[in-house]
């Protein structure tokens, strides 16, 4: 049986890891250089990254494979090596994590609007087909399609990894506060709707991640626990609002705040936490306590 489901069928709360990019860049990864060539020319530093998290007790970790689609890999001249890239994440994260341990493939958006004729539905399917498949073949246990805001490309990327390999799916979008005190993606879809739409299409697992502090997942995470009680949700949220200071962008909520909100997300009922950008193995660290708490009341 997959890994992934095989946890997951226990019922018991997963703990992810937390931020790529940022750590990342903490390691010397430059301003604007794509995070995905350091799986061709910095592998010790990404595999550092994910023993990093496996050493904080995360029982899931991502891939360095965010951008890793073709068409964001265009624009760092990557995309004739999107398959070997893709693979090399899964296998590094893989080699972290040992046998036991579950592999996210982690498949960000493309960063171009259907409705804008930026991209045609084929393009983009191909894309996540590739993309997919090479995290498959490296050795990820399940898709993490993260960060959407748009329905449709969520949708698209879901298919495109059920057609394309075995791999389960996770499906985690991103919200925004409205001036009416709502949460919603960019392209309008409430976390009810991506909750529906996610089911509909065979999604194994919804979520929320990036965006918000962990204080604003808690009402996007009962807005999903309240629209469906049985399928398993994720949350990761980032450490706290960014702000810039000077030419870098600051994630300043400790692993201690953090961490003081998860009883409640864990009483909503969610199955997997960990940490999105700005996010450290010290947060992971310190989210791990609260759910062995948890688990003994």
Known sequence: MNRFIERLRRRSVILS???WGTMLQARGLPPGECPERWNL???????????AYAEAGSEMIETNSF??????????????RTFEINRLAAAISREAMGDDGIVMGSMGPTGKILMMGDVTPGEMYEAFA??????????ADVAMVET???????????RAVRENTSLPVIC?????RTGMGEYRTMMGHSPAEVVRAMKEAGAD?????????IEQMVPIAREMRETDPDIPILVQANAGEPHVHGDKTVFDESPEVTASWVPQLLDIGIDVIGGCCGTTPE???EIRKQIEAFNRS
């Open 67 to 80: 951008g890793g689609n073709k068409i964001k890999l265009k624009e760092c001249g990557l995309d004739d």
């Open 41 to 51: 020319t910095r592998r010790d530093e990404v595999l550092a990254v994910a023993r």
């Open 17 to 19: 890891d937390g931020a």
């Open 130 to 139: 590739e993309q997919a498949r090479g995290l498959e073949e490296g050795g």
């Open 172 to 176: 985690s979008f991103t919200f925004d």
């Open 148 to 158: 959407m805001m748009d329905i449709e490309e969520a949708r698209i990327a879901l």
């Open 205 to 213: 697992m919804v979520g929320a991640n990036c965006g918000h502090g």
């Open 283 to 285: 947060h992971i660290r």
